[in-house]
């Protein structure tokens, strides 16, 4: 009962071999599946960072989690509790279980990914490691 959805991330940022790897996106959607959070994915120079709307869920009950180089985020909204003697006449937002699933790229720092839910929002921030930098090898003459 969970709407799956892989991204792949855009290969412009790492070198031609990754490139040939890269998909498409893939999605999933099991039977029965009823929602899954729409995200922003944006690169800034040291990070990517994953924007999740999850209005109506505590970020506490979000489950971030990494393996095998796959970022999943997982949660349930919450069915709305009628009182007695009301009943709903419209109802539109989607509830239950989610889940969403990343492929993240080589040269992300998997041990640095933070978290933080606010105003709805979920935040994802996934560091670069730092390339390292070409240096210049100065050949000498044999003697």
């Known amino acids: 009962m969970y709407a799956s959805r892989y991204f792949v991330w855009p290969a412009s940022a790492f070198r031609p071999a990754f490139d040939q790897r890269l998909s498409a996106v893939q999605e999933s959607s099991p039977a ?3 929602w899954a959070p ?5 690169e ?9 709307d999850i209005p ?14 796959v970022l999943s985020l997982s949660g349930q909204r919450e069915a709305a509790t009628l009182e ?4 709903l006449t419209r109802a539109e937002r989607s509830h ?12 992300v720092d ?5 978290a933080n839910g606010k105003h ?24």
């Open 120 to 143: 709805g929002v979920l935040e994802v921030s996934i560091p670069k490691k730092a390339l390292a930098a070409p240096r210049r090898i100065e050949v000498g003459a044999a003697h």
């Open 96 to 107: 239950g279980p989610f889940q969403r699933r990343f492929v993240l790229p080589e040269g």
């Open 44 to 52: 800034e120079s040291d990070r990517f960072v994953i924007l999740a």
């Open 84 to 87: 007695d003697g009301s009943r």
């Open 110 to 114: 998997a041990e640095g990914i933070t």
């Open 38 to 42: 729409a995200v922003d994915i944006r």
């Open 56 to 69: 109506g869920i505590d970020p506490a009950n979000i489950e971030v989690s990494m393996e095998k180089n």
């Open 32 to 34: 029965g599946s009823s």
